[in-house]
């Protein structure tokens, strides 16, 4: 059973639109959100990540929200440009010493100019 | 620079042959992972080590061993390899207190004929 899910696994958008991806979890301990970026050829890297006390954060273009009653969580970018293609990971874990990260299955967006 | 390294980036081996993977990291990290990608599975933890000598069972261990040699390298070993192993394997290390970033390689892509 998957724990961590992410919607939809891949997605077009036209430059200078806006981008929602969602994620949901099963655990309710869970209070560490991140999202990871990664460009073909390379590793992942953390984009932007929230914890669970906040249900905003903001860098630049991206926003994360986190709703913690329905277990959900999204990242917006807004203004998207073709160099925003990328996969992007959602993932989840606790707050302490040693936790280790679920991943999601990602989404794949591609950016048109 | 910061980094993880893994070797070799490609690499080709038949069925039921034996196959290490190599990580080294320059982060002064105590934690260490190996995952692998596969589509529509996002990336899923096989083994993890929070120092030299220690090594933690993950999610998908089966056919994998690993071996965390010092602080700075980790292993993972498939001694019968199998066509199912056919995939994008990552290592990462981050500090692992806490809400901590992962920092990723580039990427081994094993397939395994």
């Known amino acids: 059973q998957q724990q961590v899910r992410q919607s939809p696994q891949s997605l077009t958008v036209w430059e200078g639109g806006t981008t929602v991806l969602t994620c949901s979890y099963e655990?309710?301990?869970?209070?560490?959100f991140p999202w990871y970026q990664q460009f073909p050829g390379e590793g992942p890297a953390l984009l932007i990540s929230?914890?669970?006390?906040?249900d905003k954060k903001e860098d630049g273009r991206f926003t994360t929200f986190f709703n913690k009653r329905e277990k959900k969580l999204s990242l917006h970018i807004i203004d998207s440009q073709p160099g925003d293609s990328a996969t992007y990971f959602c993932?989840?874990?606790?707050?302490?010493?040693?936790?280790?990260?679920?991943f999601g299955g990602g989404t794949r967006l591609t950016v048109r100019p | 620079e910061a980094a993880v390294t893994q070797s070799p980036r490609n690499k080709v081996t038949v069925t039921g042959g034996n196959v290490t993977l190599s990580c080294r990291q320059t982060?002064?990290?105590?934690?260490m992972y190996w995952y692998r990608q596969d589509t529509g599975h996002g990336l899923r933890l096989i083994h993890y080590?929070?120092?030299?000598?220690?090594?933690q069972i993950g999610d998908v261990p089966d056919g994998y061993k690993a071996t965390r040699t010092t602080q700075e390298d980790f292993f993972l070993l498939l001694e019968l390899a199998s066509p199912s192993q056919t995939s994008l394997y990552f290592c990462?290390?981050?500090?692992?207190?806490?809400?901590?970033?992962?920092?990723f390689g580039s990427g081994t892509r094993l397939l395994v004929i």
């Open positions: 990462a290390s981050s500090e692992g207190q806490g809400a901590s970033d992962y920092t």
């Open positions: 655990d309710s301990t869970f209070n560490y």
């Open positions: 929230i914890l669970s006390v906040s």
């Open positions: 993932a989840a874990s606790l707050n302490n010493a040693g936790a280790k990260l679920t």
């Open positions: 982060n002064s990290h105590n934690y």
């Open positions: 080590s929070y120092g030299a000598g220690n090594l």
